[in-house]
């Protein structure tokens, strides 16, 4: 049997019910689209996935001021790309539509094996899971340089497997037209700039228990369903 491992954070409640509340109306033979719906859950995904990824890592591992502005002013710039897309395809899905963003939706939520907590995730291969662990390994070893380097590698990959998951397949699966393509083309270049920027200026200064506890956040982000 083949385990798949997943890059995965728990979803908020309020995440959580206006996406199982979308999902079971659109299942359960809706009747028109749900525009604000889509663009409450969209920009509250984000908003949750700036929080994971960038400024609760940035915090726990007690960054400067200037390393953690750097870090806001990433996620400023890419919430505003995303909530460009977002506000514009959102008002133009049809029901069609929204019921396929409904089905992605179910496909990339899981529930912990108590039921406790949801989770957004999305698969990574062996070969990058490993990349991470490796990683962990060579700072816990000492090797920070070592590490640095691994740990950019690794970020650099998972961020764009994020992007084909997050944006670029859902965009192909509700078959924009031609300038809502564009639109979302431009968003997700917008936010692949901004996270390899925070990548590659923040990661290589990391001091030796920052690297540690970043290593240890992202990897504890590593997950199986």
Not at 47 to 73: D, H, N, V, Y
Not at 90 to 107: C, I, P, T, V, W
Not at 171 to 191: E, M, N, Q, S, Y
């Amino acid at each position: 049997m083949t385990t798949t491992t997943y890059v995965a954070f728990p979803s908020s409640e309020t995440l959580h019910r206006t996406t199982d509340g979308f999902i079971r109306r659109m299942n359960e033979g809706a009747r028109k689209a749900e525009p604000e719906t889509v663009e409450t859950i969209m920009k509250t995904f984000v908003e949750e996935a700036l929080g994971t990824f960038f400024l609760k890592p940035a915090a726990m591992a007690g960054l400067g001021s200037g390393q953690t502005r750097l870090i806001r002013m990433a996620c400023d710039t890419i919430a505003k790309a995303t909530g460009l897309v977002v506000g514009r395809s959102a008002r133009k899905m049809d029901l069609e539509q929204n019921q396929a963003a409904a089905r992605y939706m179910d496909d990339i939520r899981f529930q912990s094996e108590d039921g406790g907590t949801w989770y957004v995730a999305f698969p990574i291969d062996e070969a990058l899971a490993e990349k991470g662990r490796q990683a962990r390994r060579l700072a816990d070893e000492g090797r920070e340089a070592e590490a640095r380097d691994a740990l950019v590698a690794y970020l650099r990959e998972m961020t764009e497997v994020a992007l084909d998951w997050y944006f670029e397949k859902p965009v192909a699966l509700l078959h924009f037209g031609p300038i809502l393509r564009k639109v979302a083309a431009v968003g997700i270049d917008t936010t692949r700039r901004a996270s390899f920027g925070v990548i590659g200026k923040v990661i290589p200064k990391l001091e030796r228990q920052q690297l540690l506890h970043s290593v240890h956040y992202y990897c504890g982000m590593q997950m199986t369903f």
